[in-house]
């Protein structure tokens, strides 16, 4: 198909999108097409001025009074609760805080915790984002569990009478595959199992569901599809009939039932807030808080939607610019296994990147050889992906 077609068919689409405006609610680079909102997501244009609100003002004259006054110290569960519709849960179970990581930590042996006894293995994603099978290494160590990488697309039939926890990633960073989240949830379950969820490439693209599959514990980061900004604080959620019985490894004083109380012996607050541990890093939190208000009036499912039509798109017009043999999408065609982006398997994937950025087309490049491109349905249109798709072209041309 000729370019004057697929532009017309982008503006088309652009033209037709219900979510085209929600573009204004974001400040971004003149004349770049950004497609690595999966790595670090765009500045909500609120953001700036709230940020400057909470420095000048909140912090500047209210000074001590702000951790009262300007609610700073209930931000990790309010703000939780702002992220909670957005995974599919309900009030009360997520809070912010810490990187990934940390939760992580906190996620698996709070889970190999709650695990009936004498189980004896701990399942990680053989394939997963490299952090979580070092913490899970290391969370195993701690909690006398072995170890046991599975293949996330297979994991099921891993899941025995000897498992304690399952940790796997909704959508896997590299290929952008989707895992079946409600079908292994119940498949862990059936095993007696619990299982630990990773939403970093699936929160904020698509609907998550953890209250309606009834997971166990999640976490995710909050600067990738969440717009949180860089290092913004990561998020854990411990479904409610957990809560009570969730020992966390790492009992700060801000997770204690009273912390000014100030006594020598840890009692752990209810609800949610148990898995919080130190002071919470304010400035990053509150910038998140005011990222956040881009979902306003935003159904996940419209989210979903737009997603995978810019993604078909994209996919479209790859096929019609770029040679034959030239890259292979590793990212699965079928809707129900693909995430928000396209990764694409080509030689020389290196340099290929650097030179779609140095002509405004942003996305990544995953070693060893994968160029990915992350669609953020929020401030992504068609125009863009036909873009990317053309400048890919003329690289190869
Ligand atoms: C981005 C990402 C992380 C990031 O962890 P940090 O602690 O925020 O650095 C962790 N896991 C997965 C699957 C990710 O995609």
């Not at 195993?140 to 297979?154: C, N, S």
């Not at 009939?241 to 801000?254: C, E, I, K, T, V």
């Not at 809707?335 to 982006?341: E, L, V």
Request: with cysteine; proline share 6%.
């Amino acid at each position: 198909m000729s370019e004057p077609i697929l532009q017309a068919r982008a503006a088309q689409l652009d033209a037709e999108d219900g979510l085209a405006k929600l573009r204004e609610r974001f400040t971004l680079p003149e004349g770049v097409v950004y497609l690595d909102g999966n790595s670090l997501g765009a500045l909500g244009a609120g953001v700036p001025d709230a940020v400057a609100d909470v420095v000048r003002r909140q912090w500047g004259e209210l000074l001590i009074r702000s951790w009262d006054e300007s609610r700073w110290w209930t931000a990790p569960e309010r703000i939780g609760d702002r992220i909670a519709p957005l995974i599919g849960a309900a009030p009360g179970q997520v809070t912010v805080g810490d990187s990934t990581s940390v939760n992580l930590f906190k996620a698996l042996v709070g889970a190999a915790r709650l695990a009936a006894p004498g189980r004896t293995r701990m399942l990680v994603d053989a394939t997963t984002f490299p952090t979580d099978g070092y913490i899970a290494a290391s969370a195993a160590r701690m909690t006398g569990l072995e170890l046991v990488p599975v293949d996330p697309a297979d994991a099921a039939g891993a899941f025995t009478a000897d498992t304690a926890v399952v940790l796997l990633n909704h959508v896997d960073y590299r290929t952008g595959r989707l895992h079946d989240l409600p079908a292994l949830t119940a498949a862990a379950h059936a095993a007696g199992a619990l299982i630990v969820w990773d939403l970093c490439h699936s929160a904020g693209a698509l609907p998550v569901g953890l209250d309606a599959h009834e997971v166990d514990l999640a976490v995710g980061c909050t600067y990738k599809y969440l717009n949180g900004g860089p290092g913004s604080p990561a998020y854990i959620y411990v479904a409610q009939r957990h809560q009570d019985a969730f020992d966390s490894p790492l009992p700060g004083w801000n997770g204690h039932a009273e912390p000014f109380a100030m006594t020598p012996d840890y009692t752990p607050a209810q609800g949610a807030a148990r898995t919080r541990v130190g002071t919470p890093d304010i400035l990053s939190m509150l910038a998140l808080e005011s990222a956040l208000d881009a979902w306003e009036g935003v159904e996940i499912e419209a989210v979903r939607a737009k997603s995978l039509a810019l993604t078909d798109f994209f996919l479209e017009c790859v096929a019609a610019y770029v040679p034959q043999g030239k890259v292979e999408a590793v990212t699965p065609a079928e809707h129900g296994r693909r995430g928000s982006q396209v990764s694409l398997r080509t030689d020389n994937a290196r340099e290929v990147m650097a030179e779609l950025i140095s002509r405004g087309v942003v996305g990544d490049f995953r070693a060893p050889d994968v160029l990915r491109f992350g669609f953020t349905p929020l401030y992504v249109g068609f125009a863009d992906a036909e873009r990317a798709a053309r400048t890919l072209g003329h690289i190869f041309g």
